[in-house]
């Protein structure tokens, strides 16, 4: 498989419920980030990663915690979420962590939070 | 001060005609810039990319941009709308201060038969 795969597509949780979303890049990239995307919302850049490191967090909510145990692995861990956390999430790397490369992204995980 | 600009978020088309999607960016960029495309539910995909090579960037599915840099604008064109053309566009460029890639607002487009 190539490109950069997210698992589940769809997700439904209650707001005490503990999730993970899954992605995974195929392409040898160095850069992972979770955007979130909301209903006529601009995207919202979440979280960086370089080479496993974290390198942005973009004042996210401590419920949202990423991980990214290797350059082709980036989880977001999800915990007592609330209705407004409902949204797209996508996941995208890039060659290396520069914007010039472009990003390759995912095909997203809706989440509803109910 | 925005790095990417795209006005109008809803873009009605006819089916057949020419499709203009407006992006102008901030003076300060770097020299590259991107148009990316986002159907119902899926991600966004990559349609061209201007590395300053030449001013005219042709992409997939018939789409082209034009880099002018008197005008600071990439504008998006496809000279005959197909109904599988309905979705959101983005622009987007890399931020001079962190070369993160940032995203305009995005155009929905609506093509009507």
């Known amino acids: 498989e190539t490109g950069v795969t997210q698992t589940p597509r769809h997700l439904v949780m209650g707001m005490t419920n503990k999730k993970s979303l899954k992605c995974e890049q195929h392409?040898?990239?160095?850069?992972m980030y979770w955007y979130k995307q909301s209903a006529k919302k601009p995207l919202e850049l979440m979280f960086v990663?370089?080479?496993?490191?974290?390198?942005e967090n973009n004042s996210v909510p401590s419920r949202f915690s990423p991980e990214c145990p290797n350059s082709s692995h980036l989880f977001l861990h999800l915990h007592t979420l609330q209705p407004e956390d409902s949204a797209l999430y996508l996941c995208?790397?890039?060659?290396?962590?520069?914007?010039?490369?472009?990003?390759?992204f995912g095909s997203g995980t809706r989440l509803t939070v109910v | 001060a925005q790095s990417v600009t795209q006005l109008g978020s809803h873009v009605s088309v006819s089916e057949g005609a020419l499709v203009l999607l407006r992006c102008n960016y901030s003076?300060?960029?770097?020299?590259?810039l991107f148009w990316y495309v986002q159907y119902p539910n899926q991600g966004l995909q990559l349609l061209l990319k201007?590395?300053?090579?030449?001013?005219l960037v042709k992409g997939i599915n018939g789409f082209e941009a034009e880099f002018k840099k008197s005008e600071t604008s990439f504008h998006l064109t496809k000279p005959s709308a197909h109904m599988s053309d309905a979705a959101e566009y983005f622009c987007?460029?890399?931020?001079?201060?962190?070369?993160?890639?940032?995203f305009g607002k995005g155009n929905q487009v609506v093509v009507i038969p």
């Open positions: 990663y370089s080479l496993e490191e974290r390198v």
């Open positions: 995208a790397s890039s060659q290396e962590l520069q914007g010039n490369y472009g990003y390759t």
């Open positions: 003076s300060s960029v770097p020299p590259y």
């Open positions: 201007y590395t300053s090579a030449a001013t």
């Open positions: 392409l040898g990239h160095n850069a």
């Open positions: 987007a460029v890399p931020l001079v201060r962190n070369n993160r890639l940032a």
